[in-house]
């Protein structure tokens, strides 16, 4: 009998060049899973991407620290046990402009791409 649940122990590390540690535990580069991405993020400070427009839903959960988002020109900060849903196709730039690492969980629906991104050039 097969088992009906499955156990992420060994996330796949998305390789990056500006410090944030991004552990994809269900995805398409972990796991080959297009409908949903779950990750486990630690942004350090002074952190920000550019400006995006995804083609899918993002929520995130933060657990520790503090991480900004401009949406649609609208500034937002969440804290430590607040989350968020941003809906896809919406103008969004991720950031960490404080002093702290900001650990959290993002999940994509579906799941993230990067040709799905839509990065705007900085």
């Known amino acids: 009998?097969?088992?009906?649940?499955?156990?992420?122990?060994?996330?796949f590390v998305v390789p990056t060049n500006d410090g944030k540690l991004i552990e994809e535990h269900f995805g398409n580069a972990s796991v080959g899973n297009s409908k949903i991405s779950i990750a486990h993020m630690i942004a350090p400070p002074g952190w920000k991407e550019p400006y995006q427009t995804p083609n899918f839903d993002e929520y995130t959960y933060i657990i520790k620290g503090k991480k900004q988002f401009i949406i649609e020109d609208e500034i937002v900060v969440l804290e430590?046990?607040?989350c968020i849903k941003i809906n896809k196709n919406t103008r969004v730039q991720y950031s960490n402009p404080f002093t702290e690492p900001c650990e959290y969980l993002a999940i994509c629906l579906p799941a993230f791409s990067i040709n799905e991104v839509n990065r705007e050039d900085e």
């Not at 009998?1 to 996330?11: G, N």
């Open 1 to 11: 009998m097969s088992k009906k649940y499955t156990i992420q122990a060994s996330p």
């Open 80 to 82: 430590a046990n607040q």
